[in-house]
């Protein structure tokens, strides 16, 4: 235990994660702090151009084989399966009716691509290396869990609109597009690429981080002001035991897979976190009488800052302890 409370002691100190702190803060104190609603669009374009690019070139220098593509149908199952997971414990610990939850549900076997991004920028830190494709696993994680959220609603009182518009913003969703396009990117040009753009996409990285995590301090903390009365015990219970269930489920799927520490570290932190990207907007056009101010409330308010500042540290120590 005194390894974990050292990383996360590590961890709350350092300037991406006080950025975040930076941001809540200002939010609850009603500060006019702001960020511009278009540079916090480029700063979210240029994290997830990078970040699939620098996997691109990582699964390039590696090379294509069959762990990858085991990992990409691991990483497919466990954001397919865990809404059902998330869902049933939802009903367990609230009052939510089956159009709410499901829609909760699906955020969390979807992922945070910033949570990924602070896990990988700790194993960095810590010296530990992980594999490049874990990237791939990240965009293909994003989708099965909408589809999921989906099918709950449909065996309930609710019913979920499957057109081509709701598979258009499913499988073209701005940030999956982006990520994927980048790491094809990276993949076709390989680390002869990654050093031509070197100086653009690595050495800036953790500053714009810093700028984004602030960002969605901000935005976590409006959140958190304008959802009193409706965030329950429960749902907050729920927002810190469901990560913990996630990370033991990426835990052992890494393990099985045979991934290095620093693989099975990231498996755990995108099994743990809650997608506020993609899987919102997908709910908006499927799920438009669902609560926006319980699903992003719970997975920015809740489960991001859980995950950024305890979860991450403690992910690392746990999967120290079982990869050796």
Known sequence: MNGIGELAATNLTSPIILSFVLGLFAALVRSDLSVPEAAAKALSIYLLFAIGFKGGAGVAAHGLDTRLALALLAGALLSALLPFVAFALLRLLTRLDTLNAAAVAGHYGSISIVTFVAGTSVLQRQGVPAEGYMVAVAAIMEAPAILSALWLVSRGEGAARMDAGLWREILFNGSIVLLIGAFLIGLATGTEGLAEIESFIVTPFKGVLCLFLLDMGLVAGRGLRQSRGVISPGLVLFGVLMPLVGSAAGLATGIVLGLST????????????????????????????????????????ITFPFNLTLGIPLYLAVAGAFTG
């Open 262 to 301: 620093g693989g099975v570290v990231l498996l755990m932190v995108l099994a743990a976190s809650a997608s506020y990207i993609a899987v919102p907007a997908a709910m908006r056009v499927a799920l438009p009488e669902a609560d926006p101010g319980i699903y992003l409330t719970l997975s920015l308010g």
